[in-house]
């Protein structure tokens, strides 16, 4: 891998990962070390308050770690926590935080008897207004809830959108495109032909990619934990060959895309 990754020559983007996932924690030292071997840069994602809190002493110190895009934030998973202690945190370490995620919205963890409903659009509002406030991109999670994030984010000024994991329709991608924002593709564009139909009428400009570790994929990688390191150039080369282009004009292109995204 790292050889056909030498020949290839792009610094390739892992666009979202959990690196402070407890899974990861035994060998994280090395996974980032082989991440800076291979040229490969990764943007951490969070959940919580705590994997936040986690994420800010890992990766807080630029100097230390600069393959690591430290994002933070609060998923609808965990939208009855105190985010006004959360909002204190980011405020604290804002030149720290390099973007807001893993935000959005989720009815399959809506809960009646806690009207999470409601507390999911709060906490989706709190953090869209930090990443406006301190202009931060962000990384969105969308599944079964995709018109009404675009809904919100057309209240919203931010400057850079990623719909983490696009599952939407082909309506809701030509939507997502003409508001500018960025679509991430994963491990199941191998397999999903869904996935692939969605790929080849996405605007080769917004396109970036992802592994979502440590989410395991037993239908390609026999549901070992997910590593950039194993996993992009499964994803680059699916890719290549559903848009007619070369792994190398593939990975150019993304390079690019992720450029414009992060830096």
């Known amino acids: 891998m790292r050889d056909y990754l030498s020949k290839l020559n ?11 996932d407890s899974e990861y924690d035994s060998f994280l030292p090395s996974i980032l ?5 291979m040229r490969i840069k990764a943007c951490s994602v969070t959940v919580d308050s705590t994997t936040s809190s986690k994420a800010l002493r ?10 690591v895009y430290n994002f933070v934030g609060i998923h609808p998973q965990h939208a009855n926590e105190d985010i006004s202690l959360f909002e204190e945190m980011v405020a604290s370490n804002i030149k720290s935080i390099d973007g807001i995620g893993e935000i959005g919205l989720d009815p399959t963890y809506y809960d009646k008897d806690r009207n999470t409903d409601t507390l999911q659009d709060q906490v989706f509002n709190k953090m869209l207004t930090l990443a406006e406030t301190y202009d931060r991109p962000v990384s ?34 030509e939507r997502s495109l ?9 491990p199941s564009l191998v397999y999903s032909k869904k996935k692939q139909v969605l790929l080849k009428l996405t ?6 990619i992802e592994t979502d570790g ?22 680059i080369r699916s890719m290549s060959d559903i848009l007619c282009m070369s792994p190398k004009d593939t990975a150019d292109k993304l390079e690019e895309n992720s450029i414009l995204f992060f830096d």
């Open 10 to 20: 792009p610094i390739l983007y892992d666009s979202h990962i959990h690196l402070t």
């Open 33 to 37: 070390a082989t991440l800076k071997g």
């Open 58 to 67: 890992l990766f807080g110190d630029k100097d230390v770690n600069k393959i």
């Open 140 to 173: 969105i999670h969308s599944r079964q809830s995709l018109d009404n994030v675009l809904n919100l984010l057309s209240t919203y000024n931010l400057r850079k959108v990623c719909l983490h994991w696009f599952d939407g329709s082909p309506q809701q991608l």
């Open 178 to 186: 003409g508001m500018g924002l960025h679509v991430s593709y994963g």
């Open 203 to 208: 605007d080769e400009g917004k396109i970036l």
């Open 214 to 235: 440590p989410v395991r994929y037993p239908s390609c990688f026999k549901n070992i934990i997910t590593l950039p390191t194993s996993t992009l150039m499964s994803v």
